[in-house]
Every structure is written in C-alpha cells, then in structure tokens.
C-alpha cells in the first residue's frame, strides 16, 4: 500500500453518493458503483477543497466478477470504511403481497437476493474495513442472519445543521432534516462503530409508514425506488464520524465464485 495515497471508502449499489459525501469532506477517496451510473466514470468535490472525491462507476455488482474486480483493484489501498444498499425490492416485507407470484415464476429469486448482500460484506471483510450493508425490514434476517441494528433517519436527524435542514435534491419529498420515521436494518462488521443518536422531532407521519412527503411517491419508476431508497443525510454524517479512523482488520476471507 501506498501511504501517500489517501484512504479510500466504497459504496456499493449506491447512486445518490449519499452514504459517501461526509466522507469526501473530511478528504477521503470515495467511490460510488452501480449499474445506474453512466459507462464513463465521473467525479465530483463535495468539499471546499480537492482533497476529497466521489467518483461514481458504472458496474453490475450482481456479477460476483466485478466484487473480485473491485477486490484486486483495492485490495493493495487503505480501505477505510464500505456500504452496501442492495435492491431490497424482492426481499422487503412491503413486497410481500407479490413474493408468491414471484415465487412461481422462479423458486430462487429471494435466494439470488440474499446472495447479493452476503457477496457484498464478504468483499467487504476481505478488505478488512468497518462496514454495513442496509435493507429495510424484510426477509433478510431468515435467509442470511438477524440485522444488528435497526433506526429511523428522524433519530439522526440532529447531525443535520438548521441552515441545511431542507434537503439538497428532493425537498418535496424528503422531510427537513430526515425528520421521518423508516425502518432501517443494518447488518454490520470489521469493528463497525454503530454512532449516538441525535433525535428530531418527528413530523407528520401517514399511519405507521413513511412520511407525509414519502406517500407522494407512486408507482414503481426508478426514480420512486431511488428516493425511497435513498441514505438519510443524518444517519450517514453521523456514521461518517463515528467510524473515521476505525482500526483495519486483517483479511480472512477468500473470494469465490459460487456464492450465486
């Protein structure tokens, strides 16, 4: 390794960058993949200086080549932290209505889906860095394992500054300073440092489910997925500091290609 090259973090199944921007900020390399980005990698500065960088990658990440691609290819660098926020649509128990007729068409479609956040904390551990892996509720916690810790973005929401509480891309959606209630589950590992709270009051919710904003959201368009599914600005900043300068672990893992 390097060590005048800056420590890196990763995101994967990531498009908003989210998860990466207070990372960026306090100078670290990060990188965002998923099938959703442009061929051409493209690369932004969220902080004042150029010190710290998101570059955002094209790649399939269900193809368990592109993780042991992503592996060589950072498996020499300090990987400081990773995410992962695989598609939950056929694993969340608000799809469960459709999982029968899924399930008749293939009988291994949750199966498949698990395997993609398993390859993902796999890859992760043989980085030896602190990481989660998010979904909401759902069927997750049979098929791989219990999460290790749940939230609601409303619990972090005291990480976003006043003056920054309207949120940057879809204010008519997202509540001011992720001021809403959404079940979160983590699945955690490599000495990942759950942050403190630093509650919000809540705003109107519509009955026991998203936010008032969030029920604007219809229909199933990629667009809707990427704003339901998007990281809370709090939750991110908060676990941005709480695992910056977390101790690496060792690599214990191997990589192999049958995991789906």
Known sequence: MN????????????????????WAVMGYECHAYDIQHPI?????????????????????????RMLHDLYVRF????VAFASAFPVCT????????HFEAKRLRDPQFQTRAAAHCRSAALTFDMLGCPWYVENPRSVLASLWRPPDYRYHPWQ???YIPTDQAKHPRWPQYVEPRDAYKKLTCLWTGGGFVMPPQNPVPRMATHGDGYATAMMKLGGSSMRTKNIRS??????????ALSNHGVQQTEHTYQLTLDLV
Not at 10 to 18: A, N, Q, V
Not at 75 to 78: E, G
Not at 232 to 237: I, M, T
């Open 230 to 239: 998007a990281s809370p600005r709090g939750f991110s900043k908060a676990a």
């Open 75 to 78: 498996k020499h660098r300090h």
């Open 90 to 97: 056929d694993l969340s128990v608000a799809g469960a209505r």
């Open 40 to 64: 051409e990698p493209h690369t932004e500065h969220p902080g004042k200086s150029d010190s710290g960088s998101i570059t955002y990658h094209h790649a399939d990440l269900h193809n368990i």
């Open 156 to 158: 972090y929401g005291g």
């Open 3 to 22: 060590q005048k090259e800056p420590s890196v973090v990763l995101s994967f199944y990531d498009y908003t960058g989210t998860a990466l921007r207070p």
